[in-house]
């Protein structure tokens, strides 16, 4: 008869075979902390139109009440580092999209892996109950991914991790099983504050904290209607999201490259210049980036992004 450590170590083993790069796990219960936080940065509208962050409050904070009955969370990481991420750091002449964003939908990719996993899981238990996320549901995967001893809350609000960096997704598992849990890591930020110091909107209004509301990511992704004029100077050539406090971190200067090809950055996005997406219609923009994340800002949030870029670029 296998015992918890021995199920936890073949799910762990059998996890990282798919393609991860880690998996923790973790007690499934209430995360009071993190739901006092949450509860202080929505009331300081930090959220900006992200109105669904507020939404189902007491999941979002309790996965227990997502899933009931579960017991365990198992937190998994999948890192999209390339080679060609390092030598795109610096271009100022070209617009840029967020090394996330440059593979397939990440979405797509884990989910496929999720469901590998959760059905050896069910075989290897004789029968779980639960379910499985890629940031599609009120998880708060940051918090259970650290609570997993997947890594630290890094100053710039990711988690970092020792040798991954932080150039990587989130995904969970939630399910009614038992298993053995990992404790939670050490902070090795230090006094470091690069990422802090590199942000142009002051995001980053103090350490660990990040108001949406002033981030480039959210203001070219998230934000609906017209971009501040405050913003397009320190918008920069980022015409989706944006790498700036991930590029200068320290621990990203070594971080592990990604196992999964489709998460790896696609030719026909990233040889395209600012010509070429100038000549983009609403269905070709929707042909080049099928299957891809950036297709969450739509054409219309794309080409007012881009028109702010090439603003930037030729002046």
């Keep these: 008869m296998m015992n918890k450590q021995t199920y936890t170590s ?3 083993n059998h996890a990282l075979s798919l393609g991860f790069d880690a998996c923790g796990f973790a007690k499934a219960g209430r995360l009071d902390e993190d739901a006092r936080r949450l509860e202080q940065w929505l009331s300081e509208d930090r959220h900006g139109t992200m109105g669904w962050l507020a939404n189902n409050f007491e999941k979002r904070v309790n996965p227990t009440l997502l899933v009931p009955g579960s017991k365990t969370v198992v937190s998994l990481l ?3 580092h390339h080679p060609s991420h390092n030598s795109q750091i610096g271009i100022t002449d070209q617009p840029v999209i967020a090394k996330y964003a440059q593979g397939r939908d990440y979405h797509k990719v884990l989910k496929k892996k999720l469901k590998e996993l959760f059905s050896f899981t069910d075989d290897l238990l004789g029968g779980i ?4 996320f890629v940031d599609s549901a009120p998880v708060l995967d940051k918090a259970w991914a650290v609570k997993a001893g997947l890594g630290w809350v890094g100053k710039n609000s990711n988690i970092l ?10 995904a969970e598992m939630i399910i009614d099983a038992e298993l053995e849990y990992d404790t939670p890591t050490t902070d090795h930020c230090g006094t470091c504050t690069q990422c802090l110091d590199a942000c142009p909107t002051d995001a980053i209004y103090e350490p660990y904290k990040v108001d949406a509301t002033k981030c480039i990511s959210y203001l070219t992704i998230e934000h609906k209607g017209a971009i501040d004029q405050q913003y397009h100077t320190d918008m920069k050539n980022w015409v989706f999201g944006c790498d700036i406090c991930q590029d200068v971190c320290p621990w990203n200067s070594k971080a592990k490259l990604a196992q999964l090809a489709d998460l790896h950055p696609r030719n026909k996005v990233t040889e395209k210049d600012l010509k070429d ?7 070709s923009f929707n042909k080049l980036f099928e299957g891809s994340a950036v297709r969450r800002t739509k054409f219309e949030g794309f080409s007012r992004n881009l028109k702010i870029v090439k603003n930037n670029i030729e002046h």
């Design 161 to 170: 991790n020792k040798n991954l960096g932080s150039y990587f997704f989130i």
């Design 129 to 132: 109950s639960g379910r499985y």
């Design 277 to 283: 997406f100038e000549e983009l219609n609403e269905e």
């Design 78 to 80: 999948a890192s999209y």
């Design 10 to 12: 073949l799910i762990r």
